[in-house]
């Protein structure tokens, strides 16, 4: 509050930051397509691939929300960061995922299917590692 109002020439994002957001974009699409062509290498029902599809993105989401807290600090070091509102949003994520996927009402809207524990398990995995490859460049960052 200290600092005068930025010019009307300059940007809102810094080039940086820019890309690293375009990049981690393109990560986490790479990721939910892969998961897309793995269910229908499988032959899954078109329920079924919605349904993991959506995981991989909303997993991807989590971590990017926990990742991105800081572009310097590991996601172990900002893990210890207290901060109710990220705790709470992420919690509020999981809350209505599960609700998603457990009243069949809801499911039936969104046309999912109860993936299996496996299933779950690798969209987790992929939409996890589609963005935690991003703590590499902070790790050389600080080195």
Known sequence: ?????????????KTK????SILQGVVITIGVLGIYQW?????????????????????????????NRSFYYSLWVTLQYKNFMVSLLIGITVLLVILLFAVPFLRSLFNFEMPTVFQLLVCVLAGSVSVLWFEVPKYFRRK
């Open 1 to 13: 509050m200290q600092r005068g109002p930025r010019g009307l020439t300059s940007t809102f994002f």
């Open 39 to 67: 269910s229908v290498y499988n032959q899954w029902n078109e329920n079924s691939t919605r349904s993991m599809v959506f995981l991989t993105l909303i997993a991807a989401n989590v971590v990017l929300t926990l990742v």
């Open 17 to 20: 930051e820019l890309i690293t």
